[in-house]
């Protein structure tokens, strides 16, 4: 088989070098590991859930931002505590919660929303 080069890789495509990815995850990882805060990484940044899993890993992260319900499904696969950035609105609480094990967490549109959320507790 022939070798394949990036200018071979069909786009769109996510090409990672990985040892400055970890380098970096470990960076960051060390920066908050001495302090009283602690790391919460955005999923959007790369919607790749074993960049997700790495990054937990590396330790130092409370759990994983997602901007979207969509994007906290994805992400459930390698994490179980997750904050959607984004309000939840009274037609999206009902998928909101059905994270399988996960533990969203977010804010909401109004009082409805919340007594929504409340009636599955």
């Given at each position: 088989?022939?070798?394949?080069?990036?200018?071979?890789?069909?786009?769109?495509?996510?090409?990672?070098?990985?040892?400055?990815?970890?380098?970096n995850i470990a960076?960051?990882?060390?920066?908050?590991?001495?302090?009283?805060?602690?790391?919460?990484?955005?999923?959007?940044?790369?919607?790749?859930?074993?960049?997700?899993?790495?990054?937990?890993?590396?330790?130092?992260?409370?759990?994983?931002?997602?901007?979207?319900?969509?994007?906290a499904e994805v992400?459930?696969?390698?994490?179980?505590?997750?904050?959607?950035?984004?309000?939840?609105?009274?037609?999206?609480?009902?998928?909101?919660?059905?994270?399988?094990?996960?533990?969203?967490?977010?804010?909401?549109?109004?009082?409805?929303?919340?007594?929504?959320?409340?009636?599955?507790?």
């Amino acid at each position: 088989m022939p070798t394949r080069t990036r200018l071979d890789v069909p786009t769109p495509a996510l090409l990672v070098d990985r040892a400055a990815l970890d380098r970096n995850i470990a960076r960051m990882a060390a920066f908050f590991a001495t302090g009283a805060c602690r790391l919460r990484p955005h999923f959007k940044a790369h919607k790749t859930p074993e960049i997700a899993r790495r990054q937990l890993a590396a330790g130092s992260c409370t759990g994983l931002t997602c901007a979207t319900v969509g994007e906290a499904e994805v992400a459930a696969a390698v994490c179980t505590d997750i904050l959607v950035a984004s309000g939840t609105t009274a037609a999206g609480a009902p998928r909101t919660l059905q994270g399988g094990g996960t533990t969203p967490d977010g804010g909401v549109d109004g009082l409805d929303t919340f007594n929504i959320l409340d009636g599955f507790n």
